[in-house]
């Protein structure tokens, strides 16, 4: 259960304080002031290096998951609750951390494991320490911190905050790559939208900050990020109607893919090369479908277990393809952790889901629209970039922290289906679910 809170208390500001350091640190709003011009330009071209940062941000980003694992190690047995009822994201875990065992650079995969693990425990500590409403709101700030510094650097710093030599004219803002700053615009744009409802009196802020974030994803030239945005915003309706429909959840949800998928099948047989050219691409994706092939068949060599976490993109491995990462997250995990990691994955990804649209189905909040909504982000950009697994950011804790906040309240169904009732409301023990 999350910690009482109140405005008078020291100790609860001073966590909140905390919190918001971790969170501005995964969302990567701090790094541009631990970071080189080189370091930005590497980020700027792609380039996996074995190095991940500048050591003050390494001993930052330790420090925060120490915190967190200190904080959460009273409640324990809380957290092997969680744990016990998501075993598939555990063995995944394990297996990022035993992949150091074949992987060909060792202490790479080990060092940026453990600094996954890190991530989960910080995102295992935000779930257990605050409700949804209130991440919600300390995400809302944050994020909503990050798009007006992005705004900052291009004005004041336009030399580290917009792209030069490749993707010329691009805003990347305080994030050092246009692609990571458009998606956390989307995800800004998400947050605020799932959290107006519990902070009316603050509407004209959050609408101005959403209008903010709206320009840096045009301005950051994300070809993904516009098309996630707009899909996004037509996923809503269809939310409404699983969210109020009477009929069984499985037939509402059969019938909302058959409509979007007939819908994304009408558009992309009708409209593709018209849609292509409207956003600047061709039928590659930017070159992400030959990179795709080409990725596949090196990684064929190890199609089990894998590369190792986070090493087959590295510069300097013998036989590999020097683009930074697959532009594909499902791929990349299957490259790095095999067909057994990928499945755990898919597996854990699947459970996590399957909570979030019953929880959608059983509520009439827009809370209950905003984890199916954060799930479909990860999809739809996991589909196109490197987004998950991955240590140090957003995406990985918003997703270990909402399979949290959903656990106790698929817990509390399995034990009203046992006495022959589901539970008006979701109980939230051992954590939070509401």
């Known amino acids: 259960m999350a910690a009482a809170s109140g405005p008078k208390n020291p100790l609860r500001l001073l966590e909140q ?47 925060v998951y120490l915190i967190a694992l200190i904080m959460l190690l009273p409640r324990y047995q809380e957290v092997i609750s969680l744990l016990s009822k998501n075993k598939a994201l555990v063995l995944f875990m394990g297996v990022v951390v035993l992949s150091m065992m ?19 425990v910080f995102a295992v500590y935000l779930a257990l320490r605050f409700s949804p409403s209130e991440l919600l709101i300390l995400l809302a700030i944050a994020l909503g911190f990050s798009a007006i510094e992005s705004l900052l650097f291009v004005l004041f710093s336009p030399r580290t905050a917009i792209h030069w030599a ?27 939208w799932a959290v107006m409802p519990q902070v009316r009196r603050y509407r004209w802020p959050i609408l101005g900050t959403i209008a903010l974030s709206l320009l840096l994803v045009v301005m950051s030239q994300s070809r993904t990020s516009w098309i996630a945005a707009f899909g996004l915003l037509l996923a809503v309706p269809f939310l409404h109607y699983m969210q109020r429909s009477q009929i069984p959840l499985m037939i509402r949800v059969l019938l909302v893919a058959l409509a979007g998928l007939g819908t994304l099948g009408f558009v992309v047989i009708e409209y593709a090369d018209v849609g292509l050219q409207a956003v600047g691409r061709d039928d590659t994706f930017s070159g992400r479908t030959d990179i795709w092939a080409a990725a596949i068949e090196v990684g064929s060599d ?17 036989n590999r393809l020097l683009t930074g990462n697959g532009h594909n997250s499902f791929l990349d995990i299957w490259l790095e952790l095999g067909t057994i990691g990928l499945g755990l994955f898919l597996t854990a990804f699947i459970v996590t889901g399957r909570r979030a649209l019953k929880r959608l189905a059983q509520s009439n909040d827009r809370r209950g629209q905003w984890y199916v909504m954060f799930l479909l982000f990860m999809f739809v950009f996991g589909m196109a970039a490197q987004v998950f697994p ?25 034990q009203a289906g046992q006495r022959g009732r589901l539970p008006d409301t979701p109980l939230r023990q051992p954590a939070p679910a509401e």
């Open 17 to 63: 304080g905390y919190a918001m350091v971790g969170l501005l640190l995964v969302i990567g709003a701090i790094k541009p002031f631990f970071s080189s011009q080189a370091e930005i330009q590497q980020l700027q071209s792609n380039v996996a290096l074995v190095t991940d940062g500048s050591l003050g941000f390494q001993i930052l980003g330790s420090l």
């Open 102 to 120: 074949w992987s060909e650079l060792p202490s790479v995969t080990l060092r940026r494991a453990l600094a996954l693990v890190g991530t989960t």
């Open 166 to 192: 490749s993707n010329y004219g691009a805003w990347s803002g305080a994030f050092g790559h246009k692609n990571i700053l458009g998606r956390t615009m989307v995800l800004t744009i998400l947050v605020l």
């Open 302 to 318: 190890k199609p089990l277990l894998g590369h190792g976490y986070r090493t087959f993109w590295t510069r300097g491995l013998t």
């Open 390 to 414: 991955d240590h140090g950011t957003i995406p990985w804790v918003l997703y270990i922290a909402i399979t949290m906040h959903l656990t106790p309240y698929a817990m509390a169904q399995e």
